[in-house]
């Protein structure tokens, strides 16, 4: 297992912990008034818990982290919350609680990691590593919760809620072969998450290293994009200046013109076994039946 490194996500039970400059901040991205949002809380907890059949999480951080991804409107943050919960309940596979401790051998093949570093907006950055995706070794759903229960894990962090994230998808070793993941089910389950499910604001998302076949790989996804985070996408290619344009060198690592080390996925690692225990309750918190 990975040695101790830094942090890429900092939970906190009280998610109003910020700063007033983050104070400012979730005032202006979120339309966060600390007032309202704590009623906000108490109508969502209400609402949640009216559901039938429900066992939702109640706690702040996870019923904020909702209310700040739909900007405090109570009514499309129950929605989401509820289509999060029906998703684990459809596709049990694709969200089942994925450790290091239990799954080194998933993650050792590094999918996907979380930057210590933030850009200059305070947005986290994950980064995705097709390539490494081998459809040889794992199964899309063992990708899948892996990285379900990192993202999960980072949107415990109150500045990830406010801020949002990067998403950098780096296709380099992407081959034909591994076009066997992209099926429409697949696709389907990754895309809600990111769009529906996942209390967590996508501002971006870069794509480079680009292999021949990319534009045949992006129909494949163009269905399910809804237009909002299609005008989000960019795509760079090989050209990591044009990728600078929009994310600062000295947050990347080298393989993308950076000045950060190489890409590695030991700190969030880490700091998923440190919290695994709290990560393992989550899974108590669902529909009790099938729907």
Not at 5 to 26: I, S, T, Y
Not at 62 to 90: G, I, N, P
Not at 176 to 184: A, E, N, V, W
Not at 257 to 268: A, D, Y
Request: net charge positive; charged share 25%.
């Amino acid at each position: 297992m990975p040695d101790k490194q830094g942090f890429v996500c900092v939970p906190r039970n009280d998610p109003f912990d910020l700063n007033d400059e983050w104070l400012k901040k979730a005032e202006v991205e979120v339309c966060e008034n600390c007032a309202q949002a704590r009623s906000n809380l108490d109508k969502l907890r209400i609402l949640l818990q009216s559901v039938p059949d429900l066992n939702p999480r109640t706690d702040d951080p996870f019923l904020l982290s909702f209310l700040r991804a739909r900007k405090h409107d109570v009514e499309k943050a129950l929605k989401m919350v509820l289509q999060y919960y029906e998703m684990r309940l459809k596709y049990p596979k694709y969200y089942e609680t994925t450790l290091p401790s239990e799954k080194w051998f998933v993650y050792s093949k590094v999918t996907h990691t979380i930057l210590e570093n933030r850009d200059s907006e305070g947005r986290s950055i994950l980064i995705l590593k097709g390539g490494n995706m081998d459809p040889s070794i794992l199964e899309p759903e063992q990708i899948v919760s892996a990285l379900a229960t990192s993202v999960q894990f980072l949107t415990e962090d109150p500045k990830t809620q406010v801020a949002g994230l990067i998403l950098l998808i780096d296709l380099a070793g992407f081959t034909l072969s591994h076009m066997r993941l992209i099926t429409p089910r697949n696709v389907y389950v990754v895309l809600n998450a990111l769009q529906d499910t996942f209390p967590v604001r996508t501002r971006a998302i870069h794509i480079v290293n680009t292999p021949f076949f990319f534009e045949a790989l992006y129909n494949c996804f163009k269905p399910f994009l809804k237009e909002k985070l299609r005008k989000r996408i960019k795509i760079h290619g090989k050209n990591f200046k044009s990728l600078h344009a929009f994310v600062e060198p000295k947050v990347l690592p080298k393989e993308y013109g950076g000045e950060q080390p190489p890409v590695n996925n030991r700190s969030l690692c880490h700091q998923l076994t440190q919290n695994e225990q709290m990560i393992k309750e989550w899974a108590k918190f669902r529909y009790k039946k099938s729907k």
